[in-house]
């Protein structure tokens, strides 16, 4: 099932918004949720069944890497990094959501 | 590198899934849980599966569980289509065990057979002597050699197999050797034999208890002490349809058989016909090349002694290539017919069983068109459940195809056979393919009518041509096993021309190196003073005793090309008294003809040649090759085969080597043959065989034959009656409202089976309209299979009819009884 399944978000966002969290440093899963529900105030609250799949989907794509580390509270976790491949897809992506909210901001005025 | 992450990620699956496991529950423990555990598990692992697999996996989950809640289908489809995957396989695996498999020797592509040709179906051998010729003058075979495979030797404690081959015999081939070596050249000179024997594996494993220590030993064969100086590699299975104990220089078998007076001819003379030549291709010359430069040499050889010299063909060393094709692809031929019958069969047996599971699964089908579902996706998901089934059915196939082979051979042929009857990679390609074709076969187009806009409608239903289909060719294969059959029983009870019962033949045993002249020359006159008062016959060959002799015949003032060849055998007066072939013209042959040109024909050579009036004529024959008077003329006689007669010579015997003899069996005749063959060397035995005990062993392939038929026959009837069963008890199924009026309106059972069944019977006897026609033109191909009987034969066509219709009772009987038990109320009701 190669589908998003944050259906909260638009299409692909959810991609879009691990790649940018990433892009300030290696995080770990929890992190990137933790991130992404503060730096929003608490508007985007993405569980595991959305994050874990699209953190696999971006491994497969080879836009991020993984390895094991020690987390904050000494305990084993998984952190990720961006790639070169994966910097370069997060501003093509960006590209294309910026064009796409300008055109769906048109529509709505 | 999209695809290298997803090998990469699963060859690691385990690993990677237990990484995600702790992730998760890590995640989990840090704070709120959002969403469901496994749903994230499950949906983050998917992200790796190709999205093509993911979808026919999940095909194939549901045909699986379709399937495992149909057991009773389940189990009849894919035992049908196993059994009918496994005959044909079974089939490909001996044609490809003798048709594709070289000799098992070092680089066996460049190694050929060597065959001089007349036409190109008329192929044989050399002699010994051209056989020596062409090696030593050949510059494209970089070696040649002779063999003459399949010579019964005694050793101590039994017989054994040999071949004699050429001294480069090991050399050419390259064959390994477990022990010791293979011979060398100096071993086979002609006028200095050496003593020594190369042993099989086999041969040193069994009869050898694996001695270590075995080149170097002695061996006793024919009584004469040969060293054995070494054993072949446990791969080598030989170059001979069957399979070898012992390997001896040509010029060695002189010493076997010291008096032999055909050994000299076999040895040395450039006429002698003919021994198997082979030989490997020196580097860089292609087979065209080499043949050219053969046929000149051939040509050369032959200009020194005769004026007749013919073509020179070289082809692979498979068993088929081996100049024996002529008789075995036509076999090969009816058989792959038979099984692919059975096949078709059995596929119109599933597909119909396929088509009233579709029937029954309409609503279901048609709820998912009506909400929408792709048919080329349903299509593919019914497609899905035949390929699940053919698989299983074909590996069910290639099982069978593991023992099937072999044991037939053995039942059928001989369990002396050299070559290696399973599986390969060649037949798990075969059958693989089979598989998908059968699946495409029976599930396409059930899975096209089941998804038919619409739905199952029409009244000329393709059920009806798939029962048609499975009686009709159901009825060409039981006619052709009923053909065979009754043609074997037929040549059993046909009057051979000669006497067979009460008949036996008696065979002497004697150590090979006491067969010389004055032996014999003693052995025959003690026969006819010890036996004067019984007819005694004397001759080469046993009549049905699988051995024929052949030989160049011509008119005087016919030249020589215009030579033919006819059966030949040599014989005494006693021969024709014993064995009742009656004189028609002329007298008999009498014990002084031995030192005269005289001979007897049969009366299919006389009328052939001489338009009936022979006698007195004369033919060119024999040996010395020259004149002989026809003295008389016997009726025609079926001594050499049942199939046919062949114009024969019968030349008086010569009194130089031991023959048969045949009596009319009393227990006092016995033993006084045997006690001749006693005074001729005490250490003689004489083996007694009933003449008919022959006519079983002739007619054994025959036999095998009609079996298998018969077997392709029965399992072909039983997937038709079980087919019938099907299409009779599902359309009483379907109609159970209707007939549940009817009978509340009044009707009788009787209309009520007619009416439900009617339809379908149709189908049924059309089937049985088409076999008859189909096996009446297919039959012709079996004419030279039946001794005679006619390829129409009413006796077989219409044991079939009844055969078919005691079925066709059988399967309509349960489903006609539940008709008929039917209680209006409650089939109306049910809906």
């Known amino acids: 099932m190669g589908t998003d399944k944050s259906s909260e978000l638009l299409p692909g966002t959810l991609d879009l918004l691990v790649l940018k969290t990433l892009a300030r440093g290696r995080m770990h899963g929890y992190g990137i949720a933790q991130h992404l529900k503060t730096i929003s105030e608490d508007v985007l609250q993405v569980g595991e069944s959305s994050l874990y799949p699209a953190l696999q989907r971006l491994l497969l794509n080879g836009y991020v890497e993984a390895e094991w580390g020690v987390s904050e509270n000494n305990r084993r976790a998984r952190y990720y990094t961006l790639t070169a491949l994966g910097r370069k897809q997060l501003s093509a992506e960006r590209r294309e959501f910026d064009r796409m909210v300008l055109a769906i901001q048109k529509a709505l005025a | ?831």
């Not at chain 2, 053919?390 to 590996?395: D, F, L, R, V």
């Not at chain 2, 009026?741 to 009788?748: H, Q, Y």
């Not at chain 2, 189908?763 to 076999?771: E, I, Q, R, S």
């Open chain 2, 1 to 831: 590198m999209k695809l290298f992450r997803r090998v990469k990620y699963w060859l690691r699956a385990r690993q990677n899934q237990a990484d995600l496991a702790e992730e998760i529950e890590f995640h989990r423990s840090m704070g709120a849980a959002m969403g469901n555990t496994t749903r994230a598990r499950e949906d983050a692992r998917a992200v790796w599966i190709w999205p093509w697999l993911e979808s026919v996996m999940q095909d194939i989950r549901y045909a699986l569980r379709n399937l495992r809640a149909h057991p009773g289908f389940t189990a009849v489809a894919i035992l049908a289509l196993g059994c009918a995957i496994g005959l044909n396989t079974s089939l490909f695996t001996v044609f490809n065990a003798i048709a594709n498999r070289p000799w098992p020797v070092a680089d066996a592509g460049r190694v050929v057979n060597i065959l001089q040709f007349s036409d190109r179906h008329k192929t044989h051998g050399f002699s010994l002597e051209e056989s020596r010729y062409l090696d030593t003058h050949s510059k494209t075979i970089s070696g040649i050699f002779a063999m003459r495979s399949g010579q019964n030797v005694g050793i101590e404690g039994g017989k054994a197999v040999s071949s004699w081959v050429s001294g480069r015999y090991f050399d050419v081939l390259g064959i390994g050797m477990q022990q010791g070596r293979g011979f060398r050249a100096d071993e086979d000179v002609l006028d200095a034999p050496e003593p020594v024997v190369v042993v099989s594996y086999a041969f040193w494993q069994d009869r050898l208890g694996s001695d270590p220590h075995a080149v170097g030993k002695q061996l006793r064969i024919e009584d004469v002490p040969l060293t054995i100086v070494g054993v072949t590699a446990s791969d080598f299975s030989g170059t001979d349809a069957m399979s070898v104990d012992l390997y001896i220089p040509m010029s060695a078998a002189t010493l076997l058989q010291p008096h032999a007076e055909w050994m000299k001819d076999f040895l040395h003379s450039p006429d002698y016909c003919c021994t198997n030549v082979a030989g490997r291709l020196a580097p860089g010359v292609s087979r065209t090349q080499a043949e050219a430069e053969l046929a000149v040499l051939h040509q050369q050889f032959r200009a020194q002694t005769h004026d007749v010299s013919y073509g020179v063909l070289l082809t692979g060393t498979a068993f088929l290539n081996s100049g024996k094709s002529d008789k075995i692809i036509p076999v090969f031929a009816l058989m792959a017919l038979g099984v692919m019958l059975v096949l078709l069969l059995a596929c119109a047996n599933v597909g119909n069983l396929l088509l009233a599971r579709a029937a029954a699964r309409q609503h279901e089908i048609s709820v998912r068109l009506s909400v929408g579902a792709n048919r080329a996706r349903i299509v593919r998901q019914l497609l899905t459940e035949s390929l699940v089934l053919a698989c299983a059915a074909g590996a069910l196939g290639v099982g069978t195809a593991w023992w099937l082979p072999s044991l037939v051979f053995r039942y059928a042929i001989s369990d002396n056979l050299s070559f290696h009857l399973v599986p390969d990679s060649v037949v798990l390609v075969y059958a693989l393919a089979l598989s998908a074709a059968t699946c495409i076969i029976f599930g396409l187009a059930p899975s096209l009518h089941a998804t038919r806009p619409g739905g199952i409608r029409s009244r000329f239903s393709l059920r009806s041509v798939l029962l048609t289909a499975q009686v009709a060719l159901s009825v060409v294969l039981l006619v052709g096993a009923g053909l065979m059959t009754r043609g074997v029983e037929r040549a059993r009870t046909q009057d051979p021309g000669f006497k067979i019962s009460g008949v036996s033949i008696a065979q002497f045993d004697l150590p090979a190196n006491s067969y010389d002249k004055s032996r014999a020359r003693a052995f025959f006159a003690l026969l006819s003073r010890d036996l004067a008062q019984q007819p005694v016959g004397l001759t080469r060959l046993a009549p049905l005793g699988n051995g024929q002799n052949w030989t160049s015949f011509r008119l005087p003032g016919e030249t020589e090309k215009q030579a033919r060849t006819v059966l030949v055998h040599e014989v005494n007066r006693g021969y024709f008294d014993v064995l009742g072939i009656p004189l028609l013209e002329g007298r008999t042959l009498e014990d002084a003809d031995a030192n005269r040109s005289v001979v007897l024909i049969n009366q299919t050579l006389a009328n052939r040649f001489f338009d009936g009036n022979a006698l007195g004529k004369s033919v060119v024959a024999g040996k010395p090759y020259a004149p002989h008077e026809i003295v008389g003329i016997v009726k025609d006689a079926y001594t050499t085969g049942l199939d046919e007669i062949s114009p024969t010579i019968y030349f008086p015997i010569s009194g130089d080597s031991i023959a048969l003899a045949l009596f009319r069996a009393t227990p006092a005749t016995a033993d006084a043959i045997a006690g001749v063959a006693k005074q001729i060397d005490a250490r003689a035995g004489t083996t007694f065989t009933p003449l008919s005990a022959n006519l079983d062993k002739y007619l054994q392939a025959s036999r095998a034959g009609a079996a298998i038929a018969e077997g392709l026959g029965g399992f072909a009837l039983l997937l038709a009656t079980i087919g019938m069963f099907g299409v009779f008890a599902y359309c009483v199924e379907q109609r159970t409202k209707e007939i549940g009026i009817r009978m509340a309106l009044g009707a009788r059972p009787k209309q009520v089976i007619g009416l439900v069944l009617g339809s379908s019977s149709r189908a049924v006897l059309a089937g049985l309209l088409l076999g008859f026609l189909g096996a009446a033109a297919g039959s012709q191909l079996l004419r030279k299979l039946l001794f005679g009987l006619s390829p129409f034969d009413p006796v077989s066509y219409a044991m079939v009819a009844l055969l078919l219709a005691a079925a066709g009772l059988g399967a309509t009987f349960l489903p006609a009884r539940r008709a008929t038990k039917i209680d209006p109320m409650t089939a109306l009701r049910c809906e």
